[in-house]
């Protein structure tokens, strides 16, 4: 497939408006051009669009017209790209869990029975402190 000046003059604007708001957080974007290979689209074009950020994000739009699929394609990656932000943003660190650093270091010293036993009841106990729901008999 070419790509001609309007073409990439337009994956240029479609993907500056969805995703010129995150252009600090983006590390790259790739942009796949094709025909579809699958006999059920016969005739259509493909558009493939991946983003790098912490993790990767990516869409895929079929269309018979190339540039409704990268116009399409774009409008899912703004939308999906503010998702992955979001649920970066609002993740807990690993190393803020709220039960890592509750454990015991002396488990070491019981027998396995114990150890199992004790870990159970480690388990019950910050249930109860973290859950908002109360426990059933």
Not at 14 to 41: K, P, W
Not at 57 to 78: C, I
Not at 110 to 124: G, N
Request: charged share 35%; glycine share 4%; hydrophobic share 35%.
């Amino acid at each position: 497939m070419r790509l001609t000046k309007s073409l990439r003059a337009h994956v240029e604007l479609r993907l500056g408006f969805a995703l010129g708001r995150f252009g600090d957080q983006i590390d790259r974007i790739a942009v796949h051009l094709s025909n579809s290979d699958e006999r059920r689209d016969v005739g259509e074009k493909r558009c493939r669009i991946a983003v790098g950020l912490p993790r990767c994000v990516k869409v895929q739009e079929t269309d018979a017209d190339l540039f409704s699929a990268v116009a399409r394609a774009a409008d899912r990656m703004g939308r999906s790209v503010a998702r992955a932000i979001e649920q970066e943003r609002t993740r807990t660190p690993s190393n803020t869990h709220p039960w890592k650093d509750k454990q015991p270091k002396a488990d070491a010293a019981l027998p396995p029975a114990s150890r199992r036993t004790a870990a159970i009841l480690r388990a019950f106990a910050l249930r109860q402190r973290y859950s908002s729901e109360p426990l059933r008999k």
